[in-house]
């Protein structure tokens, strides 16, 4: 069996939704992060789970590999085939299937993207709340136990997926948890294929978790003298019970950023910018209780957003900052890094990590979803630079030895793809074999997404 055999079998499926183009090849090998492209051979689109499974049988009888494809939007190389063979691209198996408000789930496939969702879902009173910026597909943020601004009050997307659709690797389809609030019916599959990062099965359908639009909102954006002012802040809130529904850092270098790209006035200096939810009374107390803690830490400037338009505004400038700080450094390629940490070693870990930034001579903005202990740099080296490119690179390592030194994880949000092998060991030690056990039980030609996660 070969794999011309394989493309011959799948062109039959598929038709034209077998593609060979070198524009789609092309764009099925690029990425936003650092990493060499690596083109797929072809690129299937399927339009149904069915059709997912017999592309699973063909390329179980031939030997080929897969890798899914959800928007790209991933930062460790996850969607890269980095074996070649074929990816399959989600994109058209974007429908919500059904929406029980009643019980506040919803089931969609994989390639509806969040916003594509809270669409959707408008006319319910009900919203996805999981929130990582890009506007990426459920599926692939499934695959890679995704998070954002919003984990710190309603979680990753380990909480809030209830039941998959999976594609295993020799073509069946299973089905894992149900649209019941919780069970203690066996393994817990949906947990193992929720950031699983498509080495374990191909997932076809989502049935998710939602929650209701709060009665109010207020957010605010407040500068701080320093860093270490900023970051005690958070750790205050957090320990204080207050319950936030976003609280984001910004350093003075991504500030600068943000002000450069969004034209967003802000003083150069260390931000928090913070969201609250819930009953007008409710937000209304949070908001005094936090404004409270700032005063006592220095912080000022506060800019509160209550009016919709006024609050997407903010949090737009947020979710562009990435590109906001790839601008501070034209033809640069960003090696983007995130670490989590316990809250309690959350100013230690960001001070350590900006002093060795600063020693560099590399610019690395700093910013993140500090509530959760979860941060960011954005490590701006340019890519014929071979002293710098490798620069870039040791303090992403000194980051994640840090956040394991602290008693963290060396990614609380972007996950391993190809990118932090390296770590998984140092991490989880004898558990990463086991890793390895059950992706050699589910997939013992190592056909799905291969070069990720596990040991090679």
């Known amino acids: 069996m070969t794999l011309s055999q394989a493309l011959s079998e799948l062109s039959a499926l598929l038709g034209d939704r077998l593609s060979r183009s070198p524009s789609d090849l092309a764009l099925h090998g690029a990425n936003e992060a650092h990493f060499a492209p690596t083109p797929p051979d072809a690129v299937a689109y399927p339009a149904t789970t069915a059709e997912v499974a017999e592309i699973m049988r063909i390329c179980a009888r031939n030997g080929c590999p897969v890798t899914p494809w959800g928007t790209g939007t ?6 890269l085939p980095i074996r070649g063979g074929l990816t399959v691209d989600f994109s058209r198996m974007n429908r919500v299937l059904e929406v029980r408000a009643e019980d506040m789930v919803a089931v969609v496939q994989p390639g509806v993207t969040r916003e594509a969702l809270n669409t959707e879902l408008r006319a319910t009173g009900l919203f996805f709340p999981v929130d990582p910026g890009a506007n990426a597909s459920l ?15 309603y979680g990753t997307m380990r909480d809030n997926v209830l039941a998959l659709e999976v594609v ?3 073509g069946r389809v299973i089905r894992t948890g149900t649209a019941a609030p919780k069970s203690s019916a066996g393994y817990d599959l949906t947990g193992l294929f929720v950031g ?28 701080f003298p320093d860093m270490t002012s900023a970051v005690e802040t958070v750790i205050t809130t957090i320990q204080s019970g207050l319950p936030m529904a976003r609280i984001e850092f910004l350093d003075t270098a991504t500030a600068a950023a943000v002000n450069a790209h969004s034209q967003a ?20 107390e949070q908001s005094e209780r936090f404004g409270a803690i700032v005063a006592d830490a220095g912080g000022e400037g506060f800019r509160w957003a209550t009016r919709p338009e006024e609050r997407n505004a903010l949090w737009k400038m947020r979710h562009n900052a990435y590109y906001a700080c790839l601008a501070l450094r034209p033809g640069a390629r960003a090696v983007i890094t995130d670490v989590c940490v316990p809250i309690s070693r959350l100013a230690e870990a960001v001070e350590e990590t900006a002093a060795d930034i600063a020693a560099s001579g590399i610019p690395g903005p700093i910013l993140g979803h500090v509530g959760d202990g979860n941060f960011h740099a954005l490590l701006l080296a340019s890519p014929d630079d071979a002293a710098e490119m490798a620069e870039a690179a040791r303090l ?17 949000e972007h996950g391993i793809g190809m990118g932090k092998l390296g770590y998984m060991e140092a991490e989880h030690g004898a558990a990463w074999d086991v890793m390895g056990t059950l992706k050699a039980a589910l997939d013992p030609q190592n056909l799905l997404n291969p070069g990720k996660l596990v040991r090679q």
């Open 74 to 79: 991933s930062l460790e190389g996850h969607a």
């Open 196 to 223: 699983a990062e498509g080495t374990l099965g191909l997932i076809t359908e989502l049935t998710l978790r939602l929650q209701g639009q709060p009665e109010a909102v207020a957010a605010a954006v407040c500068a």
């Open 265 to 284: 006035g802000l003083p150069e200096q260390p931000h928090l910018l913070v969201e609250f939810h819930g009953s007008d009374a409710a937000v209304a």
């Open 396 to 412: 992403a390592k000194r980051m994640a030895e840090r956040a394991l030194r602290l008693g963290g994880t060396v990614t609380g």
């Open 168 to 170: 295993l690797a020799d």
């Open 139 to 153: 599926g692939g943020m499934a695959s890679t136990r995704a998070s954002g601004t919003t984990a710190v009050r």
